[in-house]
């Protein structure tokens, strides 16, 4: 395989093919009413948004930021950038404003194309251009096409990155880095063959496009002429009901919650069972649901391969992309499935550590002073960050962030994620952090819905009980309520909805009332 550095763009390709599939769309909400847009008149909208970008002063290696959720002004933006010759920056959505500011400063951005008002005032403090996201998203969508030879504005570098985008910031604050089009593009092609993914299928997004797999297949999806539907959480069942995908790209927490509506819908009599229930939630030809980007309760996988959807958990990392994938016909709950046929998994021996060696990382190279500087993850073991085992059938399950093993005192490591899921469902917190401040015990944040607090005395007994069952240094010593879930906002979640630890003992475990569980270990 060629070096990625050396590959053309395929993207321009892609995007100049689109006006000849006119029976190709993207389906999107427009003042409330869902409409359907042509590939044609897409491509249309685009080279408008491309030529308000020149007319701006953005020129070839420029870079433009898009800060909003999925909609179809983000896409006309990133077909735009690319149309024009820039290189996107993609920023979450959620991401709160001094970080979401600091990264279109570091990238180095010309213009900024955001959704928000409040933050357009913040870029602007900090002497960064910034335009409405919506304005500039609908330039081409009224008025008279563009004429002839409007397909002709010259071309970006015909190699390179094309997009910026930041690492999911568990371990760290997040770190910005390029991504190339040939490693995307040839991880989708692969999945076509695993998958039977081709032009016959319509697939639902609703995560934020800044998240690099639903570009991934937003673009080989728009070469082989799939249609798009481009929804947000609020109405993602609506969607899939009315519109009918093939494909849904998911997170845990959005199949929690559409397994919550289906098992409602059955249990008010609005489904003859749980299979009808999910069918209305999900749609009626949904193929595959790929999920990621977080580890997947086995029981709700389980909930699923039962009644519902063909659901397909699958792993990777945003700098080196795919690593782990169930298919069809080697498919195993509990596990992220066997290492991708194109690459090599291995452990490490000391830490357990997932090590990947792959002809296909997505990072290009880092941003360091405004610059990219080239980095070859290419064909070399890389380490993941995350703990895994491997059954004797080759699967490949991930246990946890490196991170959550937790060194003690007395030279034992802790791995504290199985605590954590079994602390909160004994005292029916929300969500369970685990950590240690002094090496010798551990200490559990059991966070609360705001409105709903913990109790004191019943959270002490069910850690006694849990306890009881735990080897001695896996023990919980001292609990702490919090009576709020940690956000994105305040930075103790990433964008993905992982826990940021160090933001977490950083924002609550410093200053926490501690409470024994058990009272006369602590003379009190």
């Known amino acids: 395989m060629t070096l990625v550095h050396e590959m053309p763009c395929r993207l321009r390709d892609i995007v100049d093919a689109m006006p000849a599939k006119p029976g190709s769309a993207l389906f999107h909400r427009r003042d409330g009413a869902m409409t359907r847009v042509p590939y044609p008149e897409c491509h249309r909208d685009a080279l408008a948004v491309a030529r308000r970008l020149r007319a701006r002063g953005v020129r070839p290696g420029d870079r433009v930021a898009i800060h909003g959720t999925t909609s179809y002004a983000w896409v006309l933006a990133d077909l735009g950038c690319l149309l024009a010759g820039a290189v996107s920056v993609a920023l979450y959505p959620s991401a709160p404003a001094p970080r979401v500011v600091a990264a279109a400063r570091e990238s180095d951005c010309r213009l900024v194309l955001t959704e928000r008002q409040e933050f357009t005032e913040a870029f602007g403090r900090a002497g960064v251009d910034a335009l409405p996201l919506d304005a500039v ?238 980095e070859s993850l290419r064909d070399t073991w890389q380490p993941t960050g995350d703990v895994g085992s491997v059954d004797e059938d080759g699967y490949l399950s991930v246990r946890g962030r490196l991170r959550e093993f937790l060194a003690l005192s007395n030279g034992e490591k802790v791995f504290v994620r199985p605590i954590e899921e079994a602390a909160a469902e004994a005292t029916g917190a929300a969500e369970c952090v685990v950590l240690t401040t002094d090496s010798r015990r551990l200490q559990a944040l059991l966070f609360f819905e705001s409105g709903a607090p913990g109790d004191r005395e019943d959270c002490r007994r069910a850690l006694g009980r849990l306890n009881r069952t735990l080897h001695s240094w896996e023990r919980v010593q001292r609990f702490a309520l919090v009576d709020r879930l940690p956000s994105v906002e305040e930075g103790s979640l990433t964008e993905t909805l992982k826990i940021r630890r160090h933001k977490v003992e950083e924002t609550y475990g410093r200053d926490a009332a501690w409470h024994p569980v058990h009272r006369d270990r602590e003379g009190n």
């Open 137 to 374: 998203g609908s330039a081409g969508t009224s008025g008279p096409g563009p004429g002839p030879g409007a397909s002709c504005l010259p071309k970006g570098p015909s190699s390179g990155p094309f997009t910026i985008v930041s690492t999911s910031g568990t371990l760290s604050e997040p770190k910005l880095f390029a991504v190339h089009s040939a490693p995307l593009l040839y991880t989708m092609d692969r999945f076509a063959e695993l998958y039977d993914i081709g032009g016959q299928d319509r697939i639902l997004l609703y995560l934020p496009l800044s998240h690099l797999p639903q570009r991934m297949m937003l673009y080989w999806g728009l070469g082989a002429g799939m249609d798009f539907v481009l929804s947000d959480p609020a109405h993602m069942a609506r969607d899939g009901r009315e519109l009918s995908p093939t494909l849904h790209v998911a997170v845990p927490r959005s199949l929690e919650h559409l397994r919550w509506r289906a098992e409602n819908l059955r249990d008010r009599g609005e489904a003859a069972d749980l299979g009808q229930a999910y069918a209305a939630v999900f749609g009626k030809a949904v193929k595959a649901v790929f999920v990621g980007s977080a580890p997947t309760p086995p029981a709700l996988l389980e909930a699923l391969h039962e009644a519902g959807p063909p659901v397909y958990e699958v792993y990777g990392t945003t700098e080196l992309g795919m690593v782990g994938l169930n298919v069809p016909g080697a498919t195993r709950a509990g596990t992220v499935g066997r290492p991708i046929p194109w690459g090599e998994v291995r452990l490490d021996e000391g830490t357990g550590e997932i090590l990947v060696r792959t002809p296909t990382p997505f990072l290009y190279g880092r941003l360091a002073g405004g610059e990219v500087v080239p």
